[in-house]
């Protein structure tokens, strides 16, 4: 399966963005769809995700801000942002956990926020 990101861009603090991910090719359920992100100079992190069953899970410094979701066929996944701060400044990347244990990773989309 491949996945493609989209909607990344530059936005002024307290603006929002979309991004939205579509996987080409078959997804093995059950899936765990997410975003991660890479902030220039630290680790990746998990940023949200969304179960098989539709439970969302979000790093602490984003609940509130952004939400995640997904399509009942866990094809597509998307991350609403809203409030964004400079620090949300990084490049995100979208995630498939397939039941076999394997992590398959998109190509990643850059968000700039800044004034």
């Known amino acids: 399966v491949q996945l493609q990101a989209s909607g990344g861009g530059f936005v002024q603090p307290g603006g929002s963005l979309r991004l939205s991910c579509k996987a080409h090719?078959?997804?093995?359920?059950?899936?765990?769809l997410g975003w991660h992100r890479q902030a220039p100079g630290k680790q990746r992190e998990l940023v949200a995700s969304i179960s098989d069953a539709g439970y969302t899970n979000y790093v602490d410094s984003v609940k509130g801000r952004f939400t995640i979701s997904s399509d009942n066929a866990r094809t597509m996944v998307d991350l609403q942002m809203t409030s964004l701060k400079t620090e949300d400044t990084a490049v995100y990347y979208c995630?498939?956990?397939?039941?076999?244990?394997?992590?398959?990773w998109g190509q990643g989309t850059l968000v700039t926020v800044s004034s």
């Open positions: 090719g078959t997804v093995f359920r059950p899936a765990v």
């Open positions: 995630t498939y956990d397939d039941p076999f244990g394997h992590t398959h």
